[in-house]
């Protein structure tokens, strides 16, 4: 029988809880996030940093978790799609992919929100080049991403009004 891997410690806040526990260091963040937690919008598509269905917010900046372990997020804070929505209200992002049909089987949407989310924050009126460049890691396969633009678009102009 091979030798058990010793796990080790870590803490991070996800989603803006806390948790603390030992893992195996080999462990992928996003089977962290599937497995451990439970939090299981996070998808997997290719498993080699190509399509982005696995990406989730590193203390705000996106990554692709199935090439991230999960010691890697140790004392840092991740936001996965599970965050998006407070109070049982949808993010203003998640309103307008259901609105402007930004999405059709939906396998992409979890790392598209995010990648969109992490976009507004740092453009809060993108142009579509920024638009493009901002989902540029994210592959989607239905929608031929118009109506993720258009949905972009309307959230962004939601935010920019509050
Ligand atoms: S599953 Fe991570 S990029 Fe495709
Ligand atoms: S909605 Fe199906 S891959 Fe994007």
Known sequence: MPDEIPRVPIALRVNGKRYALEVEPRLLLVDFLRRELRLTGTH????TTYCGACTVLLNGVSVKSCTALAVQADQ???LTVEGLEQDGRLHPLQQAFADHHGLQCGYCTPGMLLSAYQLLAKSPNPSEAEMRKGIA???CRCTGYQNIFKAIRAAA??????
């Open 44 to 47: 997997v598509g290719c498993d």
């Open 76 to 78: 840092s804070e991740v």
């Open 137 to 139: 890691g994210n592959t």
């Open 157 to 162: 102009a939601q935010m920019r009004g509050r």
